[in-house]
């Protein structure tokens, strides 16, 4: 019979699967590892073993202990698998900007997930560097695991990933691309690779807002190259151990929403559901095709799974929310679909001031139509308004019909924005939009300035 003893004995042999569609304009054979192969769904399952094996082979991690880590959730999940058929307790420290679904899928396999906020600095104590560090010297019998500097991390990789890789592609392999968070995979397989052909190219995907491109092309650690970011997994704020910065011959950045843009792509096009670095490290490679030439065969990997983002890479809502999705915007009512669901807001020409303002106050707008029985016929905008009361304490009891500008212009539901914008000036703050039936819904500048991305 053909079994594994347990679920660790079927991490790695990850199949090499040849990226078709995305690739078109490379000349060269570009090979995905898709790493979502192993059980766990990402190449962490490979180091996070190897972590527990060599502590446990030097006395670091004894038997009944607890395994403390600072994880983005994918190295969570292996030290999880491990800690389920070795017999440990396991916290994860975890940053809020990863997806809840990384969370929800740690707590399933049996850890304590401990949140911390992500836009604090490393030394801060309120960061997951500093809570896993805390954790680890109060909880008892337990091992920090480490691994932005843990040497067995790069080292699963080359003893692992680099040889498969080698193998698979019987050693023909001219370019290595991929992501690099605590530097363990580029550093362990590139050490590999370059031991078997030091002709071999280790290319590096960092993302804006990490200090790896820099330090790697100057030797400065510059802090104004760290700010928030939104891809998940690669670029960091301080410089791991495991980025082994020699072996790697050159970096390249990837912004976040061409990460998130080519993360989908590969899903759609390739039929790859993978992660978010994978969409960077598939864009990096895109940005270096002059480097790769007819024969070269040029090795991606791709870290996780896509199931770990499908809140957020995934959702269409998420994206359009960070201006990522491209979507194409021709006619009056593209500006006002995200909020053409909700009510019109108006006010009638007898109510008061005070209606209008109560009304602009509770839905956070700055104009409002005004209406009749015979329909629109006026408008109030706070800049008028403000105007009108400096002039006039008492205004807030007077009815609209005093205060009253021009009604908006009103537009056919195809108008098109160039028409709709040449509408919008600075003495006419919105146009209606007439969706027949009836019904009608307002643009504003606002809207106008949302469509520009
Ligand atoms: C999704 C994802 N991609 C890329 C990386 C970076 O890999 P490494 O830490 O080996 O540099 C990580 C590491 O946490 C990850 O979780």
């Excluded at 740690?106 to 560097?129: F, I, K, M």
């Excluded at 990460?259 to 490290?281: D, L």
């Amino acid at each position: 019979m053909n079994y594994a003893k347990n679920i660790l004995e079927t991490i790695g042999n990850t199949p090499l699967v040849k990226i078709n569609k995305l690739t078109e304009d490379i000349d060269a054979l570009v090979l995905a590892k898709v790493e979502t192969f192993n059980p766990g769904n990402s190449v962490k399952d490979r180091m996070a073993i190897k972590m527990i094996e060599d502590a446990e082979a030097d006395g670091r991690l004894k038997p009944g202990g607890t395994i403390i880590e600072g994880t983005s959730g994918n190295t969570g999940m292996g030290l999880a698998l491990g800690a389920i058929i070795k017999g440990y307790k396991l916290i994860c420290v975890i940053s809020d900007k990863q997806s809840k679904e990384k969370m929800d899928i740690l707590r399933a396999v049996g850890a304590e997930v401990v949140v911390c906020p992500t836009n604090v600095e490393p030394e801060d104590p309120r960061s997951y560097y500093s809570v896993s560090k805390r954790l680890a010297t109060e909880t008892p019998n337990s091992w920090y695991v480490n691994q932005y500097d843990n040497p067995s991390n790069a080292l699963a990789h080359y003893e692992q990933t680099g040889p498969e890789i080698w193998k698979q592609t019987e050693g023909k392999i001219t370019h290595f691309v991929v992501g690099v968070g605590t530097g363990g995979t580029i550093s362990g397989i590139g050490k590999y690779l370059k031991e078997q052909n030091p002709n071999i190219k280790i290319w590096g995907i960092d993302t804006y807002g990490s200090v790896f491109k820099k330090y790697h092309e100057t030797g400065i650690f510059d802090e104004n190259e760290v700010y928030p970011y939104i891809t998940e997994g690669i670029g960091e704020d301080i410089l791991p151990a495991n980025v082994d910065f020699d072996i790697i011959d050159g970096f390249t950045k990837v912004t976040d929403k061409d990460a998130a843009i080519y993360t989908r792509k590969i899903a759609k096009e390739e039929g790859i559901f993978v992660g978010n670095s994978a969409g960077s490290a598939i864009k990096g490679l895109l940005q270096l095709k002059e480097h790769f030439g007819p024969d070269d065969v040029v090795v991606v990997l791709f870290h996780d799974s896509g199931s770990r983002y499908v809140g957020k890479m995934f959702n269409d809502d998420w994206m359009r929310d960070r201006g990522f999705l491209d979507e194409e915007m021709t006619k009056a009512t593209d500006l006002i679909k995200d909020h053409v669901d909700k009510p019109l807001v108006t006010v009638m020409t007898e109510e008061l001031v005070s209606h209008a303002i109560d009304r602009m106050k509770k839905y956070k707008i700055s104009q409002i139509p005004v209406k009749d029985s015979s329909g629109f016929i006026g408008s109030v905008d706070e800049t008028a308004l403000f105007r009108a009361f400096v002039e006039d304490k008492d205004l807030a009891d007077k009815p609209i019909k005093e205060v009253m500008g021009e009604a908006f212009p009103i537009v056919d539901k195809d108008a098109s924005i160039d028409k709709v914008s040449k509408l919008i000036n600075k003495d006419n703050q919105a146009v209606l939009v007439d969706l027949g039936n009836n019904k009608y819904h307002i643009i504003t500048k606002h809207d106008i300035i949302s469509a520009i991305n």
